[in-house]
């Protein structure tokens, strides 16, 4: 699992990554993977704002940039796959921003985060286990 998710790290924007994790985590009701990573993203610089609003990042304006709102619409629609398949416009948003090799590490790094919240959730990892 660790070298799975780290796979799609090395071809994707950190600040990105980060925000897909935390969102995912977010709908997911992980805990430990949001502590985690909302801890991460600060210190790689995040600001609390974007943090705090992430969760309604639809509603947040100019905050998050076209590239991240398109990844944020892309995180939501997998992880939210008993809504239904991926929808053909949320694709497309996302490709207009990411290149093919781009958006596979997007993609890799959305079933990743899913695939860790699932453990953690599954085994009640308390936020602040991480080792």
């Keep these: 699992m660790l070298a799975f998710s780290q796979a799609p790290a090395k071809g994707l924007d950190p600040v990105v990554g980060e925000l897909v994790k935390i969102r995912a985590s977010q709908i997911n009701h992980c805990a430990f993977c949001l502590d985690m990573h ?15 609003l ?5 509603e947040a304006g100019d905050l998050y940039s076209e590239k991240e709102r398109a990844a944020l619409a892309l995180t939501e629609a997998v992880t939210l796959l008993t809504d239904g398949f991926v929808p053909d416009e949320v694709y497309a ?7 093919e090799a781009e958006l596979s590490h997007l993609v890799g790094a959305i079933v990743a985060i899913n695939a ?3 453990f953690n959730v599954a ?3 308390p936020p602040g286990a991480r080792a």
């Excluded at 909302?38 to 705090?52: M, P, Q, Y």
């Excluded at 948003?93 to 290149?99: G, L, P, Q, T, V």
Aim: glycine share 4%; proline share 0%.
């Design 123 to 125: 085994f009640r990892t």
């Design 54 to 58: 992430l969760a309604a990042w639809e």
């Design 93 to 99: 948003r996302a490709a207009e921003h990411f290149d």
């Design 38 to 52: 909302v801890k991460d993203a600060r210190k790689a610089g995040e600001s609390d704002e974007r943090i705090d």
């Design 116 to 118: 860790w919240n699932r």
